[in-house]
């Protein structure tokens, strides 16, 4: 019987990918989410508000990818929009947690998303590892209790797994998908002092790196999903105008603009930090993406 996995937040940007890698690699995938889903990929749904979901998702999986949450840049934040972000995360990991504590399953393995917003965004050259203390900020309270959550997980004797995401290079969305959008149309600056550090991932390494999780049964605890180097938001944008053949002409955008338009939420682009990938490298993995510049051109499709 093959290796059944079901995933949590299959729609989004990481899960899409993710989703596909494993077909490919000749698991059985199912998943689980708010609303039936159409195609290749039998579906299952959970209420997370609720509580409540479909524990037919669970039949024969040995191991659950969990990715679901609120997207942290897709609305402005305000106190309820903050609230979602937390409880999205939050709840839906304790709604797996008593379903898997309640019912008879064959589970073995969590591997839970978390972010390197876990170490908080400040100004600061240290470099974190995955014994660095939690962040003092929103993001890292967000963090801390989301993988609080995950950790309960190991009381019912599965193996956990929390991959502490960094910004993820894909085509398809996030960062490198929002900055290359303005530079097609020539419209190309960094953003605030444009030193702010990105701990950056190409989403091929990343999906490769969530399989090397499911895969490898010595893994356990908190994983860095970031590259090998970093590169500043002025560095980034000065690669991405070269790859889309653009000039990068535009003085940067100033702090105090950003903070009007996007209120606290400019945190998300105004900051960054050092994020190990020792432990990663030291458990064998092996990235594809070492170089900014040939993940890019990767991406965007150019030669």
Not at 13 to 31: F, I, M, R
Not at 120 to 148: C, I, M, P, R
Not at 233 to 241: D, G, Q, R, S
Request: proline share 2%.
């Amino acid at each position: 019987m093959r290796h059944k996995i079901l995933i949590t937040g299959a729609s989004g940007l990481v899960g899409t990918h993710l989703s596909q890698l494993l077909l490919k690699k000749g698991y059985e995938v199912v998943q689980l989410g708010r609303s039936k889903k159409s195609g290749n990929i039998p579906s299952f749904v959970w209420n997370v508000e609720k509580q409540e979901m479909d524990t037919n998702a669970l039949e024969g999986v040995d191991t659950i990818v969990h990715l679901a949450g609120a997207g942290i840049a897709d609305k402005r934040w305000n106190e309820a929009r903050k609230k979602e972000i937390l409880e999205s995360r939050t709840h839906s990991t304790r709604l797996l947690f008593n379903t898997l504590k309640q019912t008879t399953h064959q589970v073995k393995n969590f591997i839970s998303a978390s972010a390197i917003g876990y170490y908080g965004f400040e100004k600061t050259n240290d470099v974190f590892t995955e014994e660095s203390n939690a962040g003092k900020d929103y993001l890292a309270h967000v963090t801390k209790q989301w993988e609080s959550e995950a950790d309960q997980m190991t009381t019912i004797g599965i193996r956990l797994v929390k991959i502490r995401i960094g910004i993820v290079l894909s085509e398809k969305g996030g960062a490198l998908a929002e900055m290359a959008k303005p530079i097609q149309w020539g419209v190309s600056s960094p953003l605030g002092s444009g030193k702010q550090c990105l701990s950056w991932i190409h989403i091929d390494d990343l999906c490769a790196l969530f399989a090397k999780a499911i895969e490898d049964t010595k893994w356990q605890g908190a994983y860095n999903g970031v590259g090998k180097t970093w590169a500043t938001n002025t560095e980034l944008t000065k690669v991405i105008a070269k790859v889309l053949h653009r000039p990068l002409w535009l003085p940067a955008v100033p702090s105090f603009v950003l903070k009007i338009i996007l209120g606290e939420m400019a945190s998300l682009v105004l900051t960054g930090s050092k994020v190990s990938n020792a432990k990663v490298e030291r458990s064998g993995f092996t990235y594809a993406y070492i170089d900014l510049e040939k993940a890019v051109v990767h991406l965007l499709r150019k030669k």
